[in-house]
Each structure stands twice: as C-alpha cells, then as structure tokens.
C-alpha cells in the first residue's frame, strides 16, 4: 500500500523567504510523485512530477522538488515566497503498473505568506 | 482547449437522497477517475473508468458508483446520502499517461 506524509499542516513564510513544504511516501514499487496547489474554491493544479528520470524536478511558478529514496522524501521549494503563492499544496503518489492512476494524497499543508 | 469540466458547482441535498454528478474529460483524454475530498483533508479515490468500465476501486461502499460514455464522459452517483458524504467530489482526466491527471474545480455536495 502506499501513503503520503505532510509535515507540518500549516507554514507561515514571509514574502521573498525559502518555501519548503515537507513530503514523505511510502511505496512499495518505484514511485511516481505529483505535487498540486489547490486555491480556494477551485480544483488541483499540477504543480510538478516526478517520473523516474532526473531526481530534481523543476515546476511552474519557481517551484521545484528533489527525490531522494534514502529518505523516502519529495519537498517542495522555492527560493522567494510570493503574496500568490499562499494556497493549499498536496503530495501525492502513485505507480505506474497495477494502480496506474489511482493517487494517494497526503492530507495538504496550507500556505501563508506574510507581507 | 477546454480542461476538466463538473457540473454542478454545487449541490445540497438531504440524507436518503440520490445525487448525480458530471464531469467531462479534457480533450483527447480517455480516462475518468473520480476523488472526493472532504474538508481539511487530501481527496480520496473513488475509482477509475476506461473504455466505459471501472477498471480500479478504492474503498467506497457500492453506494457509490459510476458511469463513462461513450464520448469519455463520466457520471458520480451516490445513493442513500448520509451527512458524511458532504465533501467536494472531483474529476480527473488522463490520456495515454494514465498518472499525469488534470483536475476539474469540483462539485461541493452538502447533506443535510
């Protein structure tokens, strides 16, 4: 089975500081790793995703994640937070055989960030 | 180019009910997979159809059940609605990449 763990429900950043949002999977077959923003009322947007080629993965608006399966982790970063980004980000991960698109989601970290 | 299209936007129904919810695919998609998410956490999978069958299910009573068109399209329904199914229900779409998924913006249920 596999499963996703969000540390930290909450982050409070300033605007123009480090993002980084915590991702821990488990997965018992090599994963495939998304992560979304969700902003209020509306759907999930593909942030970036990880498919099992380069382990730094570069998305929209700045964002990017590194895979590291010593660690079992996928954090999301960003060098400068911007009043934009405050919304509610999600992990998720699936594999390609068997469950092929069935995600498991991680219960979300909601973003703030200060002026 | 349209996305990933739900409709309603939202629904309120009472418990005992039966609700119907649609979505449909991005263009050049085939795959319709179905998640809902209740307040405060990540959305959960319902299940998945391909070539009009459900082809994953994850762990949802048969209450839930689902339907694809021919044209790709996909119905949610829910029967005997009970105060735990108000959540926000949404589609996703896939094409050859069955786990690259785009999400439509949902359809908010509330049981009363």
């Known amino acids: 089975a596999q499963s996703v763990t969000q540390l930290g429900s909450h982050v409070s950043v300033s605007e123009g500081a480090l993002v980084l949002l915590r991702c821990n999977y488990s997965?018992?077959?090599?994963?495939?790793l998304f992560w979304y923003v969700q902003y209020p009322n509306q759907g999930l947007q593909l942030l970036l995703k990880?498919?099992?080629?380069?382990?730094l993965v570069k998305g929209i608006n700045g964002f990017e994640a590194e895979f590291k399966k010593s660690e079992t982790s996928f954090h999301l970063t960003k060098p400068s937070a911007h009043m934009s980004d405050a919304a509610e980000y999600f992990c998720?991960?699936?594999?390609?055989?068997?469950?092929?698109?069935?995600?498991?989601f991680g219960d979300g970290t909601t973003l703030t960030v200060k002026p | 180019d349209a996305g990933v299209t739900q409709s309603p936007t939202h629904l309120i129904k009472t418990r005992g009910q039966q609700v119907t919810l649609r979505c449909s695919p991005k263009?050049?998609?085939?795959?319709v997979s179905w998640y809902q998410q209740a307040l405060g956490q990540g959305p959960q999978f319902i299940f998945q159809?391909?070539?009009?069958?459900?082809?994953q299910r994850g762990n949802f009573p048969d209450r839930f059940s689902g339907h694809q068109f021919p044209n790709y399209s996909s119905e949610l329904n829910v029967n005997a609605l009970l105060l735990g199914d108000s959540a926000l229900y949404l589609c996703?779409?896939?094409?050859?990449?069955?786990?690259?998924?785009?999400f439509g913006a949902g359809t908010r249920l509330s049981v009363l």
């Open positions: 990880y498919t099992s080629a380069a382990t």
């Open positions: 263009s050049g998609h085939d795959t």
């Open positions: 998720a991960v699936s594999d390609l055989n068997t469950n092929a698109g069935k995600s498991t």
């Open positions: 159809y391909y070539e009009e069958e459900e082809r």
């Open positions: 997965s018992s077959v090599p994963p495939y």
């Open positions: 996703a779409s896939s094409g050859t990449a069955k786990n690259i998924q785009y």
